[in-house]
T-cell receptor, first 110, second 115 residues
Framework: GIQVEQSPPDLILQEGANSTLRCNFS?????LQWFHQNPWGQLINLFY???GTKQNGRLSATTVATERYSLLYISSSQTTDSGVYFC????????????FGSGTQLTVLP | ETGVTQSPTHLIKTRGQQVTLRCSSQ?????VSWYQQALGQGPQFIFQ???????GRGNFPPRFSGLQFPNYSSELNVNALELDDSALYLC??????????????FGPGTRLLVL
């Protein structure tokens, strides 16, 4: 099956700092989503981005499908950004079966 | 809020028992997928239902089974519970069946503890 690798596994920042999270995947994909999982377990959709670049406030994401990676940028971090960030991909032809990476645990200190 | 709801929020069972978890998909979504998330790991795909039929299954044994109803709500059933079944169970819905490539929306999950 498709492999999804996220880096770094853990990231600790001071409030106000910027960060970049990376997701590498091993096969062509129909779908790539970035999620933020809050402490209660809810997966919050950040981006649906199988290719290209999108921005939403302080967050932006870029997927380079031909090189099989995606980046999530968080600018001016806030303590509320803390949590686990997951990248999930849907391999072409797999019809909505998402394969998740192991996540990046982000801690933003005040 | 995604519009996907799950019940119950928490559940405690003992080894060998059976459990049923429920999911109501977002309005207009006819495809439901279930995922298991063990502590410290990413979610893993269990299976997917479309138009009341199983449409894809991950690497889970047959004691994990499911149903989808005409209103597109869904159940996950687990028989003969094992300690390793303790996890967060997530339901996700999406709007229609195609070759894929559409956003999936997740519910808040059910935390199952097996003692």
């Amino acid at each position: 099956g498709i492999q999804v690798e996220q880096s770094p596994p853990d990231l600790i920042l001071q409030e106000g700092a910027n960060s970049t999270l990376r997701c590498n995947f091993s096969d062509s994909v129909n779908n790539l989503q970035w999620f933020h999982q809050n402490p209660w377990g809810q997966l919050i959709n950040l981006f649906y981005i199988p290719s290209g670049t999108k921005q939403n406030g302080r967050l932006s994401a870029t997927t380079v499908a031909t090189e099989r990676y995606s980046l999530l940028y968080i600018s001016s971090s806030q303590t509320t950004d803390s949590g686990v960030y997951f990248c999930a991909v849907e391999r072409s032809g797999s019809a909505r079966q998402l394969t998740f990476g192991s996540g990046t645990q982000l801690t933003v200190l005040p | 809020e995604t519009g996907v709801t799950q019940s119950p929020t928490h559940l405690i069972k003992t080894r060998g028992q059976q459990v049923t978890l429920r999911c109501s998909s977002q309005s207009g979504h006819n495809t439901v997928s279930w995922y298991q998330q063990a502590l410290g790991q990413g979610p893993q795909f269990i299976f997917q239902y479309y138009r009341e039929e199983e449409n894809g299954r991950g690497n889970f044994p047959p004691r994990f089974s499911g149903l989808q109803f005409p209103n597109y709500s869904s159940e996950l059933n687990v028989n003969a519970l094992e300690l390793d079944d303790s996890a967060l169970y997530l339901c996700a819905s999406s709007p229609r069946r195609s070759l894929g490539g559409e956003t999936q929306y997740f519910g808040p999950g059910t935390r199952l503890l097996v003692l």
